[in-house]
């Protein structure tokens, strides 16, 4: 696992966004994992300019995303769906089939057999991560165990409380949601996860503390990847209390 810090959040997005343009240069139809969250917000952004520059085409590219609430639809304002098509998918030339989203309105046992066959039968060639505040990546909290597959998981207060300021109103805040598993994950050939505000300083700071492989922060999966990159600012790398090991500007 590698620590990249960077000059600020957009180089931080701008770096992620390069990874994933080569791959996808290198394996036109690659399977890229995609989150959502004001984290990627940025990677996207950069990537839909390459795509308007011509430099980059997404015509055969695959996706997946990490996570979805459960009990919303994708027609649901605050929807990872929803998210996806304002950010990504009406910004780049993706073709829907490619797109493979879990229904956060369908049948949850259902829902997880598709989505457990998909990752299956497809390996991510990248993806990329946020992490909570609590150190979870994709919906994976922290938990006695880590669970390989896909599942539904019963949100963290830590997590409800950290998302409600995307709703009107905590109550309103799904309490389930569908994630890719910690097994999953662990499987794709490359990761980035990228971090960025004080509000994650605990848990960027916890996860380089020590070697620990630890389901109480799963975000600490990502030293058995085969090639992980943590994407931070400098601010944020300061307020963790990390010593720079790498400097990166694009
Ligand atoms: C959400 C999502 C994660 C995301 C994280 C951080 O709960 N399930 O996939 O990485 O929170 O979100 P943000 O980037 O908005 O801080």
Redesign the pocket.
């Known amino acids: 696992m590698k620590l990249i810090v960077t000059g600020s959040f957009d180089e931080s997005s701008r770096h992620v966004a390069a990874r994933f343009a080569e791959v996808i240069r290198e394996k036109p139809d690659a399977l890229i994992g995609c989150?959502?969250?004001?984290?990627?917000v940025g990677i996207y952004r950069h990537l839909a300019a390459q795509y308007e520059a011509g430099t980059l085409d997404f015509a055969k590219v695959r996706t997946v995303n990490?996570?979805e609430y459960m009990g919303i639809g994708p027609g649901h304002g605050q929807s990872?769906a929803h998210f996806m098509g304002e950010h990504f998918f009406t910004r780049v030339n993706l073709a829907p089939e490619n797109c493979y989203l879990v229904d956060g309105a369908g049948d949850p046992a259902g829902e997880t057999a598709r989505f457990r066959a998909f990752l299956g039968g497809n390996r991510m060639d990248i993806l990329m991560?946020?992490?909570?505040?609590n150190g979870?990546?994709?919906?994976n909290e922290p938990a006695p165990v880590f669970t390989a597959g896909a599942h539904v998981v019963a949100?963290a207060e830590d997590?409800i409380r950290?998302?409600s300021r995307?709703f009107q109103d905590e109550s309103e805040v799904p309490r389930h949601?569908m994630?890719m598993g910690i097994g999953d994950i662990a499987k794709a050939r490359r990761v980035c996860l990228i971090?960025s505000?004080a509000?994650?300083a605990d848990a960027v700071r916890r996860l380089f503390a020590d070697d620990s492989i630890d389901p109480r922060l799963p975000c600490t999966i990502l030293k058995a990847c085969p090639d992980a990159e943590v994407v931070i600012d400098r601010e944020l790398a300061q307020a963790a209390g990390l010593i720079q090991t790498q400097e990166e500007s694009n």
């Open positions: 989150a959502t969250g004001s984290s990627t990490v996570d990872f991560l946020g992490i909570g505040t979870h990546v994709g919906f949100l997590t950290a998302n995307f949601a994630t971090a505000g509000a994650k």
